[in-house]
């Protein structure tokens, strides 16, 4: 999940209409890729030169790139909001969408939850909300995106009902089965986290987060048999990876008769 957000972050978004500036965009990314911190420099210069929304944005994916989260968020948020207020735009040429408006407020919201700030990124998500088509699968990913930060905040009940809706326009996104089926397992409702998990691995039966998940489940429901044979399967999928690590630690607390429930 992790990897992907950051490769969303780092993915230029080509907002430039105008061949120059387009040109100067396209030249400020690319070089996010070789030096972050040279591109840094140079879309701050661009900043100070008027550059707008797509200075700010390639300086803001230079900060990402050097992991410092916190403050691309905080840039990528005043591009979105001097996109969404069309201040500036026109002068630095850029060609606005609503898809792209809303691309600018999803990265600063991932931005805020990789820098552990999820109580940050629920505003931009919502504001990306704002300019997506209802109940389209675009906007079910953004909800479950919300839903993250929610349940890092600890909102749980605010991440299913969220999750929910994500469901219902996009049943078989596995993302959004397994967070929901997570968020359910939290908050008791253990019979929508089983259907959410048997719809998941109907799909994807080798994704070792599922079983993972599905041992965690099996554990709060007191099934210490169940539990063992979905982590094993957890730990055979992922082999050395972190989710075989959280696996053979709960695998461990059950064989030792703590009974650990997640």
């Known amino acids: 999940m992790i990897r992907a957000l950051l490769c969303l972050l780092l993915a230029p978004l080509l907002l430039a209409a105008q061949s120059s500036d387009h040109a100067r965009y396209q030249k400020c990314t690319a070089q996010v890729k070789q030096n972050a911190a040279a591109a840094f420099s140079a879309g701050l210069d661009w900043v100070d030169q008027g ?11 230079a900060l990402s790139a050097m992991g410092k989260h916190e403050a691309a968020a905080e840039l990528f948020l005043e591009a979105a909001e001097e996109a969404a207020n069309g201040k500036g735009v026109q002068l630095a040429g850029m060609s606005m969408t609503p898809k792209l408006n809303a691309a600018l407020f999803s990265q600063a919201g991932h931005s805020y939850v990789l820098a552990n ?3 940050k990124a629920i505003d931009p998500f919502t504001q990306a909300l704002e300019f997506l088509p209802l109940a389209s699968p675009a906007s079910a ?10 349940a890092m905040m600890g909102n749980l009940e605010a991440a299913f009902t969220d999750l929910t809706v994500a469901i219902g ?7 959004v089965l397994l967070l929901r089926a997570s968020a359910a397992r939290q ?4 019979e929508i986290a089983e259907d ?5 691995l109907a799909l994807r039966e080798d994704l070792a987060t599922a079983w993972m998940e599905k041992g965690k489940l099996a554990l709060t429901k007191n099934e210490p048999t169940a539990a063992r044979k979905s982590l094993m399967r957890a730990i055979e999928l992922d082999d050395g990876g972190d989710t075989a690590d959280a696996a053979r630690y709960l695998l461990e607390e ?8 997640p």
């Open 169 to 175: 326009i996009v049943p078989s996104n596995t993302d």
């Open 141 to 150: 990913v953004m909800m479950a995106d919300r839903a993250q930060a929610l």
């Open 51 to 61: 550059g707008g929304v797509a200075a700010r944005h390639c300086a803001a994916l």
């Open 196 to 200: 959410d998990l048997n719809a998941l």
């Open 117 to 119: 700030i999820p109580g």
């Open 187 to 190: 908050t008791g409702r253990l």
């Open 254 to 261: 059950l064989v030792l008769g703590e009974g650990a429930k």
